[in-house]
């Protein structure tokens, strides 16, 4: 066996095939991001990070977890110290990061955003940070660019009821040529769980909504006003992230002595909670439908178990993990109360288990009713499994049991401008896949064919799915395939 070069053209391509599949069809479509997490005030003001630590290490909990678990010190994770400082440790942990998808994606993001081949380690360290440094600060390293220079077509943010989207609002304005897109994540409105930060929440709510809201129909009003101003702004996609779909029997009258409760201060207990949260949950998919947005469920993380931890620094600061709830029957539950009232719109559904791939990929199937392909999705491999393994086994259950071809591809989820390679190494293995059988004689050496699906994977399914006429406009002219 030929021993091949760390990293070089044909990365996770292992045959002819995948290589002609990646580098013909694949490599050159453009990037739909449907969600991510970046911060539209950093587009909007189309900032230049000062150095790489700032650019690589502000808000990414994939290394803080690595660097902790390598023995690093808080202080240079979220503390004080200063950037090369951070980045130094960060670079000592690289080389403990082997077969950790941190080493590929490291590494990738290096080659990719700034030409550096060279492998990060202590002795490049220095060298690394000033070459990448000194380019982040020119203006055509702005976030912006950044994000043209991934070939970006389109961009959909993670944005709470209660912002006023004065940046997307701002950017449409400017005429920014890559939209940036808000997502409906009313989370917050809810989780009802802890009463002084709920009623906090809806007091911040009350104010973007200009309303009162002392009785669950004021929240309701409230809410809807808000789904309509984001649709005003360009909105089209809802997102959940919760631990799982609750849906549970409820009457109008306890969801409005819950929420009474709640509002007052007090506590409400768990069968309260989960009525409660089934009402929402079912409310909200039916104004979802009503526009005829898309809806995504990100379930089964176990958020927050670090209680020290998150009294010290927060939420979305590396404490979480994959949980182990029962996602079956609550979510054909809920998805069979929409649809039998012809209420359930194009939805996307995210596991965070890998013991739920077959669950959410056979589930998706019981509500693809043929009015559109895919309406039902089995969405990306997700947070700690996208990496190599979680994507190939999210794309063989798929397979399986539905219809990959049909397939709306990656996402990165990410706080960062520089993840965008996650989308590449996604097509890497996906072309990997189809060619290793095309070559063992499982598949048709159809190369035409088996092209077209892997750019409907890559970009086109997303773009007829969404149905985003905004990149009608100018994506044509970067179809470079």
């Not at 750019?455 to 100018?474: M, P, T, V």
Request: with cysteine; glycine share 6%; charged share 25%.
């Amino acid at each position: 066996m030929i021993k091949k070069k760390f990293l070089d053209e044909h990365f996770l391509l292992n045959t002819a095939t995948a290589q002609r599949l990646y580098h013909d069809f694949a490599k050159e479509m453009p990037v739909i991001d449907y969600h991510c997490h970046l911060p539209p005030a950093q587009i909007a003001g189309d900032i230049n990070f000062e150095n790489i630590t700032q650019a690589w290490l502000y808000g990414d909990h994939y290394k803080w977890r690595a660097m902790r678990t390598n023995g690093v010190h808080e202080s240079y994770c979220t503390g004080d110290k200063k950037d090369w400082e951070k980045f130094e440790k960060w670079a000592a942990t690289v080389p403990y990061t082997l077969r950790n998808p941190l080493y590929h994606w490291t590494h990738l993001e290096l080659q990719r955003y700034f030409d550096i081949g060279e492998v990060l380690n202590p002795s490049s360290a220095r060298r690394i940070y000033n070459t990448a440094s000194e380019k982040l600060q020119d203006p055509s390293y702005s976030v912006r660019n950044l994000l043209r220079k991934m070939n970006v077509a389109l961009v959909c943010t993670t944005d709470d009821p209660a912002d006023n989207l004065e940046y997307h609002i701002q950017m449409k304005q400017e005429g920014f040529e890559i939209p940036i897109l808000p997502a409906f994540r009313p989370d917050a409105a809810m989780n009802a769980d802890n009463p002084v930060v709920y009623n906090n929440y809806l007091d911040r709510l009350e104010q973007a909504a200009n309303v009162s809201i002392s009785s669950y129909g004021d929240l309701l009003k409230a809410l809807k006003s808000r789904h309509d101003f984001f649709a005003q702004h360009g909105c089209s996609v809802s997102d959940h992230g919760i631990e799982e779909i609750y849906a549970e029997e409820f009457t109008a009258a306890e969801i409005e002595q819950a929420f009474s409760k709640v509002r007052s201060g007090k506590q409400l207990d768990l069968t309260e909670l989960r009525k409660f949260k089934s009402a929402m949950l079912l409310q909200l998919a039916e104004w979802d439908w009503e526009r005829g947005w898309v809806q995504q469920y990100h379930l089964g993380a176990l958020r927050n178990n670090n209680s020290r931890m998150m009294k010290l620094l927060g939420p979305d600061t590396g404490w979480d993990s994959i949980g182990d709830f029962s996602q079956a029957r609550a979510l054909a539950k809920f998805l069979d109360k929409l649809d039998k009232q012809d209420k359930l719109t194009k939805t996307i559904i995210y596991n965070l288990n890998p013991a739920d791939n077959e669950v959410l990929a056979t589930m998706a199937g019981n509500f693809n009713d043929g009015s559109i392909a895919g309406k039902v999705q089995f969405g990306a491999a997700w947070w700690f499994l996208d990496q190599k393994d979680g994507m190939l086994r999210q794309m063989d259950a798929l397979s399986n049991m539905s219809l990959l071809s049909r397939f709306v591809g990656m996402l990165t989820d990410s706080r960062s401008f520089l993840s965008f390679p996650r989308h590449e190494y996604f097509r890497r293995l996906l072309c990997d896949l189809f060619g290793a059988e095309i070559e063992k004689g499982e598949m048709p050496d159809d190369i035409e064919w088996v092209g077209k699906v892997i750019q409907d994977i890559s970009f086109h399914n997303a773009r007829q799915y969404f149905n985003w006429q905004y990149l009608e406009k100018g994506v044509e002219a970067r179809l470079r395939v």
